[in-house]
């Protein structure tokens, strides 16, 4: 399983993660060697199992709607980077250059 | 040292209900002992020096007032991954560096309310991601056994207080190894419980299916006593369980005779320490001395287990570390806009391990990729939990090294991911099954600490607890200590 460096573009824009041109060059090489090690899995015929995605069994867990005190708002926008009148300020949303096709 | 950061937490308790010493007496010892040892050592990246000292006089004045539990004036350090409101949370990551939750994990608040003594918070690798605590972004922690090698990871620096004395008991997360690998490399007592058996609310989550909280202690009564209090349901976290709570302190007395120690060939790998296996071997021995039945059962998938993980954790991560954008909280790089900002932001915030992770992941449940590799890891899962259900329906225990080696030189094996995850082969089968498992010290080689572990049945606990004691009060290891600091 080999990875190319466009592949690996594509999986820094689907993260949202920028990367220079040489973390690009390591990861394409470290995540190909990691998928590598992974076909081992490759050996084991899975056609008849059924997916474990988590260990407990839990249905839909379900509680009394009654009303609680939550955070309060101007403790929570205190957190943000930067701030405006209670609500979170952040650049323009529209705009942005994202070759996935939707910013 | 003083004597007081010498004794267990249990002895403490003792102490302190005969008022044969303070609180403030326990916390100052420990806040000295942290000034003396912990430039060495990097155990912890925040000591809480003012918050300790209130809630010491608050655990005095609850002992005069004869509303002391079991853990009131006890000193716990905590893992920088919980969450607290009174010192900053960062995971180890440039991305929180200066940040402060607004509210407490559930086992912070359950320590809180039971009266213990916050020392600090620990270090750890970026977002619990690593097996040596050479991820976080300040700086490694180093083992207090020989400070030239790693303490293990991801919960290292809580592995190190506790092996240092820095700290009685301490909070660690244990996602495929993170609490057991590490106290086998320092030679102290960790505990992964049951998945559901700990709220993880307030855990920075890793890979929410595997993710759980445990004690570091230096005997396993002081892990049953921890445990006793920071266990049980919680209606924050909805994959905590309803099951009962029972007085592990009490149960632990246990007789070995006729009990069935379950051995599985799988685990003993190429490459593993000739130290390591002649004092697993010898544990074994030990083990059968003193009554167990030693039965051999096969867990076929073992070898499965990691290249399971190495899908299934990164994917996990990469959804949970999604919210690390630099908008709501955390630390932002901005620019013009939306996108680059979310792309400066994470590049420059997060290390070159958590990249790697967010990556893996990403391409795991990317379109054309997820049913090769997402699904396939889910479906090894299920068969890997099975082979410990069979195995389970033998035995009451499986006996296990924690580690195919003993702590490895700082630096060692950085270059290699793939090296670097190996360290947790026979750590990574247990939480993908969801299973407890403890990691008791059992031997020396070359001078540092091997690990011996023990798997149990699901939310029991105090079957893993019991026969770890057992083990340990016919042994001498647990009274060993570095040397080398002093």
Not at chain 2, 235 to 260: I, Q
Not at chain 2, 436 to 459: A, E, H, M, N, R
Request: overall charge negative; proline content about 5%.
């Amino acid at each position: 399983m080999s990875l190319s460096l466009k592949d690996v573009q594509h999986v820094a824009s689907l993260a949202r993660l920028g990367l220079t041109e040489e973390e690009m060059e390591t990861l394409r090489d470290q995540l190909s060697s990691i998928l590598e090690h992974i076909q081992v899995l490759n050996q084991l015929d899975t056609d008849a199992i059924s997916p474990t995605a988590q260990v407990i069994e839990v249905d839909n867990v379900m509680r009394d709607d009654t009303v609680a005190p939550s955070l309060p708002q101007e403790v929570v926008t205190s957190l943000a980077p930067r701030s405006h009148n209670g609500f979170i300020a952040v650049p323009a949303v529209l705009g942005g250059a994202d070759e996935e096709g939707g910013a | 040292m003083s004597e007081l950061t010498r004794i267990t937490a249990s002895e403490a308790r003792q102490l302190l209900e005969s008022r044969a010493i303070s609180s403030a007496e326990l916390t100052e010892a420990h806040l000295e002992r942290i000034r003396a040892v912990d430039g060495k050592v990097h155990g912890y990246l925040h000591v809480m020096e003012e918050v300790a000292r209130e809630q010491a006089r608050a655990a005095d004045e609850a002992r005069a007032d004869g509303t002391a539990g079991p853990l009131t004036g006890i000193p716990v350090a905590l893992k920088d991954i919980l969450c607290t409101t009174d010192a900053p949370t960062t995971a180890a990551s440039k991305i929180l560096e200066g940040y402060t939750s607004p509210y407490d994990a559930t086992v912070v608040r359950k320590l809180r309310e039971a009266g213990c003594v916050f020392l600090g918070k620990t270090n750890t690798d970026e977002f619990a991601m690593g097996s040596s605590t050479e991820n976080s972004a300040f700086g490694p922690t180093r083992n207090p056994w020989n400070l030239d090698t790693v303490p293990g990871g991801s919960s290292g620096g809580s592995a190190a207080v506790v092996a240092a004395h820095e700290a009685p008991l301490s909070l660690g997360s244990d996602t495929g190894g993170s609490i057991r690998q590490p106290a086998g490399f320092c030679g102290v007592v960790g505990l992964k419980p049951t998945y559901g058996r700990v709220s993880r609310f307030g855990l920075i989550a890793f890979a929410s299916s595997l993710d759980q909280i445990g004690p570091f202690s230096r005997t396993v009564a002081d892990t049953a006593l921890i445990l006793n209090t920071i266990a049980g349901r919680d209606p924050a976290d909805s994959t905590s369980v309803d099951v009962e709570v029972p007085d592990y302190t009490a149960g632990l007395p246990y007789d070995l005779k006729g009990k069935r120690i379950g051995i599985a060939r799988e685990y003993t790998v190429d490459g593993m320490e000739k130290g390591v296996s002649e004092a697993v071997d010898q544990a074994i021995r030990t083990l059968a001395d003193l009554g167990a039945e030693l039965v051999d059962v096969s867990l076929p998938h073992t070898e499965y287990a990691l290249a399971t993980y190495y899908i299934t954790a990164p994917a996990e991560a990469s959804a949970n570390l999604a919210r690390f954008d630099g908008i709501k909280y955390g630390n932002r790089k901005e620019e013009s806009t939306l996108q680059e900002t979310y792309l400066r932001t994470r590049g420059e915030g997060f290390g070159a391990e958590v990249k790697r992770r967010i990556m893996l992941g990403t391409y795991a449940l990317s379109s054309g990729y997820y049913d090769a590799y997402y699904v396939k890891a889910q479906k090894v899962r299920t068969l890997i939990k099975r082979d410990f259900d069979e195995a389970f329906e033998k035995v009451d225990a499986i006996v296990a090294p924690t580690s195919p080696t003993v702590a490895f030189g700082i630096g060692s094996r950085t270059d290699d991911p793939y090296q670097m995850y190996l360290a947790d082969v026979f750590t990574i089968p247990a939480n993908m099954a969801g299973i407890p498992g403890i990691s008791v010290p059992c031997g020396l080689s070359d001078g540092l600490p091997v690990g011996l572990q023990f798997l149990g049945k699901p939310f029991d606990e105090q079957g893993v607890l019991s026969v770890a004691h057992a083990y340990e009060q016919a042994t001498d290891w647990h009274t060993k200590s570095p040397t080398g600091l002093d």
